[in-house]
């Protein structure tokens, strides 16, 4: 299945070199450009996107604004953020506007086009700055421990939960424990059920907050 794109980003050489990353692969599709939060709040209402990759310095206003937006009026389009900034505001304020993934510009295109599948396929995914910085954040809160913070999962449901919050996907994580993929789904299905989460980005909060994918 092509997975369809919208890229927003308001520098013409970046976005250019991002249309040719993406158009190189055959199974995805550039369906739109913007430079605005305006237009990309627009284009994406209009093109209905499997995925948006979002700079989230924009000439009037910020990303975050046109992925909290965005998701207000298309909530199956995904979000990937993707910068210069990997300040701690930056990086919380697009996963609580729903973003699902979050990745520095600088990274190689291998990384981003694998990136744009992981979100496109449900998963969430962050680069090892942005991985670094969230749980540089979220540790120094002084939460609890993931063993004691999530006493209701099991422990090979919360193996699955670290790694998820690693920013692995389904295959990898199953690689990783020598499980089945039909097994890791069910882990986490059962973990985002038991932590009263809607989608994987919002489980990667909740366990970085409690000390978990470091």
Request: aromatic share 4%; glycine share 10%; hydrophobic share 45%.
């Amino acid at each position: 299945m092509t997975v369809s794109v919208l890229v927003v980003d308001d520098h013409p050489l970046f976005r250019d070199g991002i249309l040719a990353a993406l158009s190189g692969d055959p199974d995805l599709r550039v369906v739109g450009e913007a430079e605005t939060v305006a237009d990309a709040v627009r284009l994406a209402a209009e093109l209905t996107p499997d995925v948006v990759l979002m700079d989230l310095n924009l000439p009037d206003g910020t990303g975050i604004d046109a992925t909290r937006a965005i998701l207000a009026a298309t909530p199956a389009t995904r979000v990937l953020v993707m910068t210069m900034s990997a300040d701690d505001d930056a990086v919380v304020g697009s996963m609580r506007a729903g973003a699902r993934g979050y990745v520095v510009k600088g990274a190689g295109r291998a990384d981003v086009l694998h990136a744009v599948r992981t979100v496109a396929a449900g998963g969430a995914v962050f680069s090892p700055a942005v991985a670094d910085r969230l749980g540089g954040f979220f540790g120094s809160l002084g939460t609890l421990p993931g063993r004691t913070a999530f006493p209701e999962l099991t422990e090979r449901e919360r193996e699955v939960l670290d790694l998820v919050a690693r920013g692995y996907d389904n295959r990898r994580i199953a690689r990783e424990l020598v499980l089945s993929d039909k097994t890791v789904r069910n882990h986490v299905s059962n973990v985002m059920t038991k932590l009263d989460v809607t989608d994987r980005a919002a489980a990667v909060v909740r366990a970085r907050n409690a000390g978990l994918g470091t």
